[in-house]
DNA sequence: GAGTGGTCTAGACCACTCA
DNA sequence: GAGTGGTCTAGACCACTCC
């Protein structure tokens, strides 16, 4: 099975081999991968080869590993879309998906240099902050990190509790209509809370999106920083959608 | 320097003992990094195990590593813009920094059933494919493989020779006014191509987009994918701007 | 030829999961 | 307690770059 005359790799190899039979449907989303030391048998290799090989494996998100249990298949991408006006649970609704939230913590911070230049509000200023964790089938999908003024949402921790859409209460208690303005992508890595939140290594790279959104009057009324799990989704950009 | 009783994998400990020395600035972009067995020797580990520390410096965009040289600091990311009309040479010049490219090849193709799709024109029509590097101070930035139908642009080939605006020459030759409609977002790892081609290893992860665009009159123009170096650039979206 | 990172092997111990 | 992946060490050889 591997060549070892013709100058590839043999994790290379091993990795081509193995992307082969995942993509061909050999096995089944959440399946378990045979194991690193039953592939070091099989093809002849070292452990640490193997390992080198289930790496890119799981960089490029084909599979998912479990401490203690076993390497396993992951599903396919979910094709997440992301306009001026989206909301996460009809988002994942619209692909047939089953959207699920929790409020991880809600507290209050001091603007600080940083926070209060893309709030635009003062650097002393109180800042709500939000932790979600979002769902999708059960299995963790995002965690969003929001960031609102407590000057003009004084009340929104408590409106928040037991309704994950932001949007909705602040259309509905502070009558402001919070459209997506930016939004910047980049690769990045879990930090250590963020690996138990979504459940990855920390080797898993995430894709890191900070959005801006304004009201109606043009003030920027959230910032936000949500890392997905890079393995579980493509994120689609739609700029002339107004979705929903 | 390092503990070996906390708990605290080695690795983790020294990739973070370094990305401070890099935050601080003790190294200026572009220099080098000690060497693996440098580093073993100070810190008491393993030449794996500080490979280990140094991959994680790689994934997260901190270094890059040439063969037979060494391993150096990276530069700060570019802000890249993306909005309905972006043209790659105004925002690269708008963040005040040299923007090149190159057509690398350009050739004809049967569309086949996923670009017949995406182009919304005949499984056998001929698709014209235009491959091309651009650069930012003459370092590779990212690699676009574009796909047009050949029946809309007949002589597309001969006319893009010597000029990169893609979007300039349809508008001229042809009247087309084109404007991004969607992106896809997706982290993924560079096939043996685009490691040359980009000058990176298998081993760092890309930022992957692929974008649709239409003329006025609202056919599909345009369908091209895009693999940027992930460690040279976070891309921005605006879902306002009309940009360039 | 000396120095760099890239790959492969061998063997050890760990923490975790599950029965 | 058996099996899983996670970490660390030791040592070897390679291809590449630079002088």
């Given at each position: 099975?591997?060549n070892r005359e013709n100058g590839v790799a043999c994790y290379q ?232």
């Open positions: 099975m591997i190899q091993l990795s081509e081999i193995l992307i082969k039979q995942i993509e061909k449907g050999i096995f089944k989303p959440g399946s378990q991968l045979a194991t690193e030391i039953e592939l070091s048998k099989r093809y002849r290799l070292n452990r640490h080869t193997v390992r080198q090989a289930i790496e890119r494996l799981e960089n490029e998100g084909f599979v998912y590993k479990i401490k203690g249990k076993g390497t396993f298949v992951a599903s396919d991408k979910i094709n997440y879309k992301v306009s001026k006006r989206t909301s996460f649970t009809t988002s994942i609704l619209d692909v047939g998906l089953n959207p699920d939230a929790r409020l991880l913590e809600s507290y209050e911070i001091a603007a600080g240099r940083e926070l209060s230049k893309r709030l635009n509000i003062q650097f002393s200023d109180r800042i709500i902050v939000l932790e979600i964790v979002r769902f999708v089938n059960k299995m963790p999908f995002c965690h969003t990190t929001s960031f609102l003024s407590k000057a003009k949402f004084p009340e929104l921790r408590s409106l928040i509790n037991g309704s994950f859409s932001l949007v909705a209460v602040l259309k509905k208690h502070y009558g402001v209509d919070a459209v997506r303005k930016s939004s910047t992508f980049e690769v990045s890595t879990p930090e250590t809370s963020d690996m138990d939140i979504l459940m990855i290594s920390q080797k898993v790279p995430i894709l890191l999106v900070k959005s801006i959104s304004k009201g109606q009057d043009g003030e920027v009324v959230e910032y936000c920083v949500t890392k997905f799990r890079r393995d579980m989704c493509s994120i689609i950009v739609d700029f002339n959608g107004e979705g929903r």
